[in-house]
Structure formats: structure tokens, C-alpha cells
């Protein structure tokens, strides 16, 4: 499997979304090529650098499904959860020492592609016609979510959410 490429097939729609999509696929390609190199630190420093925007991308996303009212946020909320339990658990693998640069490389370019295109696009009317009938830019709903994620996070910070469900030290 070489790089993933970003096609017009998985726009959105909705810029913040899309340009947080694509990072995502820009960590991705840094793991193959860290994988490819048998740069283990560089494999395991992807990892964190994913999980930790991944995260914030989740928070960011499901905040806007709730805001517009979107009516299956909760189920969308589910599919992340069990996404992040099953990339927390290839994190604990690869800290124990298994090699699952391979394995997990393969799992994140099938389950993003097909989530943009089935769950993130299934949502994506319901936003676009929340930000219209507010009557605000994309870039001030952007604002507004960010100052609401930015205070959750904190507290889960505070709480050492990441640092249970990932094994890191508080």
C-alpha cells in the first residue's frame, strides 16, 4: 500500500472539516513513510501526533453535529469511540513492542476513506444548513466551536483523560 491521495470524492462541503481530513491523510502517509524506513521512533512519534489531532478533530466534529441539530450525532459520536478504543489498543501494542506499523497503516487508510464518504458526508447537509440559517461564516461557527472544544479539552486535560486511555503519565 503506498500513499493515500486525497480525491474531490471525499469534499464535505464544509472547509474546516475538509482541511482537518486531510491532515489526518498527511499523518497516514508520515506512517508509511516511517514504516517504509524502519524508523520505529518515527512511527511511534506519528502515532501520538494522530491520536492527539484525531481527537481534537473528533471533539471538533461532533460538537457541529450537535450544534446543527444533526440527528444521528450520537450513533456518529459511537463510531469514533470505537475507532479511538481500537487505535488506543495498537498504541499499547506497538508500546509493548509489537510491530504494528503494517497492520495499523492498513486499518486507518481503509476506516478514514470510507468514514468521509458514509458517516462525515451523511452529515454534512445538516451543517451547511445550520451555518446558513445562522447567518454566520463558516469561520465564526469555526470560532465558536474551537473556544467550546479548547474549555473540554482543558478539563479533560485536567482529569488526565488522554493520559488513561492512552497510558500516558499524568
Known amino acids: 500500500m503506498a500513499h493515500l491521495n486525497w480525491t474531490p470524492d471525499l469534499e464535505t462541503g464544509i472547509r474546516e472539516i475538509d482541511g482537518q481530513h486531510k491532515r ?3 499523518y497516514i502517509n508520515q506512517l508509511y513513510d516511517a514504516r517504509t524506513s524502519h524508523d520505529r521512533a518515527g512511527v511511534g512519534a506519528v502515532i501520538d501526533e494522530a491520536v492527539d489531532y484525531t481527537l481534537s478533530h473528533f471533539a471538533f466534529e461532533e460538537a457541529l453535529m450537535v450544534d446543527a441539530g444533526y440527528m444521528y450525532s450520537g450513533p456518529h459520536k459511537k463510531v469514533h469511540e470505537l475507532f479511538t478504543r481500537k487505535v488506543g489498543d495498537y498504541r499499547l501494542r506497538f508500546e509493548a513492542g509489537e510491530d504494528v506499523a503494517d497492520e495499523l497503516h492498513a486499518m486507518l487508510s481503509r476506516w478514514l476513506f ?19 440559517n445562522r447567518g454566520q461564516s463558516e469561520g465564526s461557527v469555526k470560532d465558536q466551536i474551537k473556544e467550546e ?15 488513561r ?3 500516558g503519565s499524568e
Open 149 to 163: 472544544l479548547i474549555r473540554e479539552l482543558h478539563l479533560k486535560k485536567k482529569r488526565g483523560f488522554f493520559a
Open 24 to 26: 489526518i491523510v498527511e
Open 165 to 167: 486511555l492512552f497510558g
Open 114 to 132: 470510507n468514514h468521509i464518504r458514509n458517516d462525515d458526508k451523511s452529515y454534512a447537509d445538516a451543517v451547511k444548513v445550520y451555518m446558513k
